[in-house]
């Protein structure tokens, strides 16, 4: 979202709420900006740490702030602290990284501020226009739901699009990848051209997933799939994982 900073408390004393903090709990802002959410954070009991880019608002924050932990580096390249919960309004340009990054981290509870249109694409389920990977990624382990909307007029600059916050809290799957990196994989395939028959975009990179001498193994699998005509955002969470075991078990050679 580039250098739009929230100015209404009201929308940060929400955030704070959603994250339930307990009192100890190591908490990972990315972003701080002029500390709007950090300093609800702070006073919610939080043990806190902020990674934040800009060396002149690390450097406010650190003023602000002494006994938050300031980090200034590019949240991308550092490591993350091992933390128990995460609140942000991250710049929107690096929302997928983040995404991916929360995944890894295993917290315990995330509240993000995201661009609208992107919150929408995590949150979609099967039959969605904006079902995607990468909400099949998040979902797979999470509740993700949108909490609610933020208008425009809650930052300075006013950004050029609608924002929402969305709440990801870890959840047993009803069925667990045997091989996640294959699933993932899997996911990506199936995505890669939505308007295609599921089965076709799996046999089209059947090299991803098998040995040239399994291949007509992994054909005979996708082709018996019960699913395969369907396209992809018909397609559960759960049967996506279900064919990636059965194709691991059969023919993987990840």
């Not at 924002?163 to 996911?187: C, N, R, Y």
Request: hydrophobic share 40%; glycine share 6%; proline share 5%.
């Amino acid at each position: 979202m580039g250098q739009h900073f929230l100015i209404d408390e009201n929308i940060a004393c929400r955030q704070v709420a959603l994250a339930h903090i307990e009192k100890g709990d190591r908490v990972l802002e990315v972003g701080g900006g002029h500390g709007m959410l950090t300093g609800l954070l702070k006073e919610a009991g939080a043990s806190l740490t902020c990674i934040e880019k800009d060396a002149v608002l690390a450097k406010e924050l650190t003023t602000r702030f002494p006994e938050v932990r300031t980090i200034h580096e590019d949240a991308l390249q550092v490591e993350w602290p091992p933390s128990d919960v995460f609140v942000s309004n991250i710049p929107y340009v690096i929302s997928s990284q983040i995404s991916l990054r929360i995944l890894k981290q295993g917290f315990k509870r995330a509240v993000v501020m995201y661009q609208d249109e992107f919150a929408r694409r995590i949150t979609a389920g099967p039959g969605s226009k904006t079902y995607s990977r990468l909400g099949v990624k998040m979902q797979y382990k999470n509740r993700c739901h949108i909490a609610f909307t933020v208008p425009r007029a809650a930052f300075s600059p006013p950004p050029n699009v609608d924002s929402a916050v969305v709440v990801i809290e870890p959840t047993s799957p009803t069925i667990e990848a045997v091989d996640e990196k294959a699933f993932f994989k899997l996911v990506d395939v199936l995505f890669s051209h939505r308007r295609k028959k599921a089965r076709n975009n799996i046999i089209g990179a059947r090299h991803l997933f098998t040995t040239k001498e399994r291949a007509d193994e992994l054909e005979a699998i996708v082709r018996d799939w019960p699913l395969g005509d369907k396209r992809v955002e018909s397609i559960s969470i759960q049967d996506m994982v279900e064919l990636s075991n059965r194709l691991s078990s059969s023919c993987s050679k990840i």
